[in-house]
């Protein structure tokens, strides 16, 4: 195949007229080429290399990565670094080969890293544990480009020995190291990094990131579902005096901030997390055009989600040069950027209206192992009238949690949830086969009456459910067992569920379809009385031990302040 | 040799005692050891490092590089990366032939670039001229690191053909390429660094530091005698509305910003020029103390004059690990860092007390071109009574001058100066076989009777005479002609001169003869009236044509910023 079209040249950072040639699904020939008046180029838009996503866990999307393909090229994305780490808390290595072997039926770009904390804390049961020689087995593997983020700051910084062990081994092997280290500074930032740990998608201000930055670290800036730092980070008002000073030296206007230091102190925008609802909208095409409103210049931002990827872990693709994949994409013009067609080692996988491959299913196992419940699971017992018990307060969207205490009546022996104060049960079902149920308290919600479970619940995704009343919290959680994993929600008159049958993260249905599902079921939510945008997603948070302050496992009622477990009860 | 002793480890960052051997002027061993009650370590006092200024002038110093090493090594001086780029300027490759002849024959690593921009500008007379074909016979060498700073960016930006080819050759030979780009910024920055210039030591604010810095360069902060940079980019008040931003988001404090932010922003720690008065005093010993007073960690503070240059001009030295150089001093504590003893190759070349090596003297061939100058060479004529001219404001040791006007008195045809306004007659005397002369007038001195002259004058040191009168300015020229260059004050009852008879640039005496005549000669000019702390050096600005607003060459009066001549007389 050989055409002419304008390119946007990441290399040379220029926009100009070039000849492609491409065979065996490489650029071949990338010459230059002068248009005149009779012989104009074949191509009418600009070429970019196909954008990539280099921080990304999949299984948030809830769909495979065949799915996720499919809904991905239509906005111009071509390739994905993407961490199984949810997956693999659930199944393992195992779960990461399925992910592999899936990815590999669809002509799309899918590099992995292995995930490097799982499980993420010794206090809660997850479905597998990846220890060094794991990790070994994974970071041999061509698909497998970087060992994935060290959120175990704690354990770097302390020595702990597998740590140590697999952070030895990506450097043995030649693979980069990412990073997670929210708020880390100053000297144990140093021990952090002297590790060759070489990225951060944690920072949630300029001069965290500045320190970063300065240190070594390449810096990812995240626009996804759960986390969107950049408006704080590239926005000229979050950092006001910053530029008021500069200014004052004569020296630097808004521009100068955003394009000339902003721009550089950013390597990559990333999505880390994005939820089906927004990736029908798109990805990393709307992202760019956001970094652009908010100064960015649209070359830069380009190149944040091209050829600095692309450069950083190694891969054969993210820019238009000889040798390199074929991975691009038309775009109606530099100004706008609306993806017309993408293509995938030189073959046209989106033609502006289908997108043309098909797309494999992952055999569904059942990964539940759960007996189903009955409602005298979720009951808390209390020999007296009231009692006083803490609760988890938790705020819309946020990992964040607050320690609460209320007084609630008991009723037959039973602690009762209190509508009036918002003091709503929350429990963690073990579905590795150990068949208990932990019970707490939790405040937020807003639920009225019924229930919603789930069994995406970082990070080791056992079911979590909020209710308002055992009963249904039962039915919510067996619906979640009988569907093989999905999110469920019960009310008084009706109820629905969004089955997730592969490791109870993902479905085979395709991104609309899920999208949709999870749709109804957010407004059945509202229904319920829920007033959080995103129940779901909350919900998935409060068995994330590591963020503080107060978080349930299957083992109990954790403390994330002082790391032990709490009782419900106070007194 | 061996011996046990603790040692500042500036690969791992720490301080710990080790048993060292020397072997053939290398660190042989460098191997763990424990001292305990009975085996104490054998060196009192800590070793570092010998201190590396990795980018000086040294004939500012106006002293041999071998008086130069004498002075230095007091300091715990024991390498340099010198750009000779003055005797280039007059000498040509000859000039720094002999500056290295020079520097071989005492033991001290002298480290030399090659000039990249000699001559400085077309718009005055320069002894030499230094090709692309001379750069690249200068970085065949191996005692040439680098390209000398890259200060013709203006040619850089657009293109020159030479200078291209001279950063190209820098290139092919695997050497880094030094810059002086100040204030540059945005589009024009990204050009100049595209050839591949790798330092900066111009940055005058944080804010120039930190876009240079991100867009890949490595800093220079400068702590010498002209510029005296390191105040302005270390100190917290400078940057306070900086910090308050950052405190306002309630992670940052003072030490933050200047230990993790401000040090690894910055690279190294440079004298630039360092003038014998300051020479005496100290060198990089005195900085480093004074980046402590600023809040620099003093480890960051030693990294920044060792390891960091040592690393990035590829120099065998600055560490101590097996197989480097053995060059290191004895301090005796790290708080105080106060230089005891300096070992250059193992040797001890200072005990203390005495500089333990013999200094050779260059053979000064004299350089001065000129015929003898009679009073009539300094008249400027105008037909009438009186007539504005153009006037150079100058400042004290300011490189920037403004443009003022004066009327003047005409006596007998002949321009007078005045000293009721301060203007004063300004010459410059083509010293390369021309016998011009080119005649100006000068604010800011405040000489009321008496001239001063100097064969030191930036770019191209012709020789610069500043003075109330056409037959003193005529005397204090001629004594510099008889001293085959160097500086010279005459006033009514007395005179005096420092002669400089290598190349008009440098002297064969010690740092303290030098520095103890140049302190006469400034008392003297006092005595002229003269209100300028600095006279010397500022009247060397005056013909420092690339700074604007208003110079004089030898050719005529010079318009910085239309970068042309302009007429002295304005009707």
């Given at each position: 195949m050989s055409f002419t079209a304008y390119i946007y040249d990441v290399i040379s950072k220029t926009i100009r007229p070039v000849k492609i040639t491409i065979k065996d699904g490489l650029f071949s020939e990338v010459a230059p080429f002068t248009p005149n008046e009779e012989t104009l180029v074949d191509v009418k838009g600009l070429i970019l290399p196909g954008f990539i996503d280099s921080h990304i866990h999949i299984e948030s999307s809830m769909i495979t990565p065949a799915q996720f393909a499919k809904i991905a090229v239509r906005h111009g994305t071509t390739a994905v670094v993407c961490d199984p780490h949810e997956i693999a808390n659930v199944l393992g290595v195992e779960g990461i080969e399925r992910m592999i072997e899936n990815a590999e039926e669809v002509p799309f770009n899918f590099y992995f890293t292995a995930p490097s904390c799982v499980p993420a804390t010794p206090f809660e049961t997850s479905g597998a544990i990846l220890d060094s020689n794991d990790i070994e087995d994974l970071l041999k593997k061509d698909e497998i480009v970087a060992l994935g983020e060290m959120m175990n700051f704690p354990g770097v910084i302390n020595g702990d020995e597998e740590v140590l062990r697999k952070l030895e081994l990506a450097r043995e092997y030649g693979k980069p190291i990412d990073g997670h280290a929210p708020l880390l500074s100053r000297e144990n930032l140093n021990k952090y990094l002297a590790q060759g740990i070489s990225t951060d998608?944690?920072?949630?201000?300029v001069a965290e990131a500045l320190e970063k930055k300065l240190k070594g670290m390449k810096i990812m800036v995240r626009d996804g579902s759960s986390a969107m730092d950049m408006e704080g980070l590239f926005n000229i008002k979050e950092s006001k005096s910053t530029v008021n000073h500069m200014e004052s030296l004569g020296l630097l206007y808004r521009d100068i901030f955003v394009n000339e230091i902003c721009s550089p102190l950013f390597d990559f925008i990333v999505s880390d997390d994005k939820h089906p609802n927004d990736l029908i909208k798109g990805h990393l095409n709307l992202s760019i055009k956001k970094a652009v409103t908010l100064g960015i210049d649209i070359l830069k931002a380009i190149d944040m989600v091209t050829i600095n990827p692309a450069y950083h872990y190694n891969l054969n693709c993210g820019v238009i040069r000889e040798g390199a994949k074929a991975d691009f994409i038309v775009v109606d013009s530099i100004s706008d950027c609306n993806v017309l067609k993408t293509f995938i080692g030189g073959e046209c996988v989106f033609d502006g209206e289908n997108v043309l491959f098909d797309v494999p299913e992952i055999e569904a196992q059942n990964s539940i192992n759960a007996s189903k419940k009955s409602p005298d699971d979720f009951d808390i017992h209390f020999d007296g009238d009231e009692c006083e018990v803490n609760v988890i307060e938790c705020f819309d969207g946020d990992l964040l949690t607050k320690k609460a205490t209320a007084k609630l009546r008991v009723k037959d022996g039973i602690v009762q949830s209190d509508i009036f104060q918002d003091v709503l049960k929350i429990a963690v079902v073990q579905?590795?086969?150990?068949?208990t149920v932990s019970n707490a308290f939790i405040k937020g919600?807003?639920?009225?009456g019924g229930a919603i479970a789930s069994?995406?619940?970082?990070?080791?995704?056992?079911i979590v459910v909020v209710g308002h009343d055992s009963e249904m919290m039962a039915q919510a959680v067996n619906q979640v067992i009988e569907d093989k994993g999905g999110i469920s929600v019960v009310g008084e008159d009706f109820s629905d569920s969004l089955p997730l049958p592969i490791a109870g993260l993902m479905s085979n249905e395709d991104a609309y379809d899920v999208a949709n599902k999870l749709g109804i079921l957010h407004n059945m939510a509202s229904a319920l009385?829920?007033?959080?945008?995103s129940p779901f997603m909350t919900m998935a948070f409060?068995?994330?031990?590591?963020?503080?302050s107060l978080k349930l496992s299957d083992m109990g009622l954790f403390d994330g302040d002082s790391f032990e477990f709490i009782d419900v009860i106070k007194n």
């Open positions: 998608h944690e920072c949630s201000n579905r590795y086969g150990g068949n919600f807003g639920i009225k069994s995406v619940a970082h990070d080791s995704h056992n009385g829920c007033t959080l945008k409060m068995s994330l031990l590591v963020i503080p």
